[in-house]
Nanobody, 113 residues
Framework: QVQLVESGGGLVQPGGSLRLSCAAS????????MSWYRQAPGKQRELVAS???????NYADSVKGRFTISRDDGKNTVYLQMNSLKPGDTAVYYC???????WGQGTQVTVSS
């Protein structure tokens, strides 16, 4: 029994920025690695970034230097700051609570002029 509520998606021009948020209802959030995935039309879902309990992070090569994942355990929330956005970043973005294997509903990010 967990809810993952995402927000922050939308339409942005190339080079712009967005910040995604995912708030979890479960206290177990603080004990879990959190991840962001994305899925573009016609492509498989791929891991974008993850952050563990000790704030250790990893990123897909395609977003290194542009995206930053962070978490606030007091708010049970994980964030994805996306800068220098490219059309290739267009996708539905999903947050994932690893310890419960729980997915958010997804939020659309569209990068176009």
């Amino acid at each position: 029994q967990v809810q993952l509520v995402e927000s922050g998606g939308g339409l942005v021009q190339p080079g712009g920025s967005l910040r995604l948020s995912c708030a979890a209802s479960a206290t177990i959030f603080r004990f879990s690695t959190m991840s962001w995935y994305r899925q573009a039309p016609g492509k498989q879902r791929e891991l974008v970034a993850s952050i563990d309990r000790t704030m250790g992070t990893n990123y897909a090569d395609s977003v290194k230097g542009r995206f930053t994942i962070s978490r606030d355990d007091g708010k049970n929330t994980v964030y994805l700051q996306m800068n220098s956005l490219k059309p290739g970043d267009t996708a539905v973005y999903y947050c994932y609570l690893d310890v419960l294997r729980a997915w958010g509903q997804g939020t659309q990010v569209t990068v176009s002029s």
